[in-house]
């Protein structure tokens, strides 16, 4: 039996309820394949600050970094505004500790689902995408002033921040369709003429078997709802890649259907679903955790390299959505708990191999 360390960050929101729903299903991974997951609960964003001052503590940082992987459920909140410290700067500490560089937002359409999205079936139809959001440089990490009458944030990028991002998202088109488009603004800021200039050098120099198209983010915007079916791996900068990820995710009709994955070079990986704190439905029980549980599924492949067991929850969304099961932003009846419940329930069922977004790491 493996023994499996796993750090649960709740936060805020709904996130405690995501949360308990991940580890419901994980909790079934292992039952079914015999495993030990080892959950070690700790504070994030607008509890931290509740709790302690801080939006991430070191005790937080520490019990992150001697995990096997992190699970996040949401942070942040109006309760907060206004605040010397902010719910959402603990994320962005904590990514900045574990090194956390690459962030990986696949988004998928289910065919069950296709008529939830809020575009013609024949626009998403067969939609499989996959974002790459750089994740440590840019406007989020950038010195931040505040005058009387004004206020700045500076963008920056390194030529290594850039080129490891690259290398990332082009061995994953390498396992999908081939294509890498990189998005950016390149006819209007410098920090994005650098990135076209090092994509271009990445690509030419290390992956020429790679398609390579480089677009401005505001046609990449619109291509999205347009022609979401022309893009395989989107490869962007930390803003651009923030923007675009959340606009792709509710092509499948929901935001709470996408998961994601932060990772570095080394260490534990962040999990985490892409809806954020919904605190207008906290504590409801009305909350979709599909993804946070395709976040768990995440988890298990490029956390735990547990490769089965990650398909084994994939499989159990799909046949779970094709049975007809929804909660309440698909139209259905089901609350948060019955529906991870279910999940679970499949998971323990048999063990089948799911479709999932295919990428080398490490």
């Not at 505004?81 to 937002?105: H, S």
């Not at 395989?232 to 259907?257: P, Y």
Request: hydrophobic letters at 45%; aromatic letters at 6%; one cysteine or more.
């Amino acid at each position: 039996m493996k023994t499996f360390n796993i750090a649960l960050l709740p936060g805020d929101g709904v996130g405690p309820e995501v949360t308990r729903a991940a580890a419901e299903v994980l909790q079934a991974v292992a039952d079914r394949f015999h495993h030990r997951f080892v959950f070690d609960t700790h504070l994030i964003g607008g509890a931290a600050i509740d709790a302690t001052g801080e939006p991430l503590t070191q005790e937080t940082v520490v019990a992150c970094r001697e995990a096997n992987a992190v699970f996040l459920g949401a942070v942040g909140g109006p309760r907060w505004e206004g605040g010397p410290r902010r719910p959402e700067q603990g994320l962005l500490e904590l990514r900045k500790a574990l090194g956390l560089f690459a962030n990986i937002r696949p988004v998928r359409i289910y065919d069950a689902l296709i008529d939830c999205s809020p575009l013609r079936r024949g626009v998403v139809a067969d939609v499989d995408l996959v974002v790459f959001r750089e994740l440590t440089g840019g406007l989020y990490f950038g010195d931040k002033r505040r005058g009387e009458d004004f206020a700045s944030d500076q963008c920056i990028y390194s030529v290594e921040e850039i080129e490891r991002i690259a290398r990332a998202a082009f061995a994953a088109a390498r396992t999908r369709r081939g294509k890498v488009t990189s998005v950016d603004k390149a006819n209007v800021l410098e920090t994005s003429r650098l990135w076209r200039e090092v994509v271009g050098r990445v690509h030419a120099q290390e992956f020429s078997d790679v398609r390579l198209e480089h677009a401005l983010v505001d046609s990449s915007a619109m291509q999205l709802i347009r022609q979401p079916r022309a893009y395989d791996v989107i490869l962007t900068e930390n803003m651009f890649g923030d923007i675009l990820s959340d606009e792709a995710s509710v092509l499948g009709g929901s935001i709470g259907l996408a998961p994601s994955a932060s990772l570095g070079a080394k260490g534990p990986g962040l999990f985490e679903p892409v809806h954020g704190s919904a605190p207008d439905i906290a504590g409801r029980d009305i909350c979709n955790p599909v993804g946070a549980v395709l976040s768990a599924a995440l988890l298990l492949r490029y956390g735990l390299r547990l490769l089965d067991e990650a398909n084994a929850v994939e499989a159990a969304v799909e046949r779970v959505i094709d049975s007809g099961a929804r909660t309440a932003d698909l139209g259905g009846s089901l609350g948060c708990r019955a529906m991870a419940e279910e999940i679970a329930d499949e998971v323990l069922k048999s063990v089948s191999h799911a479709h999932h977004v295919q990428m080398h790491w490490g």
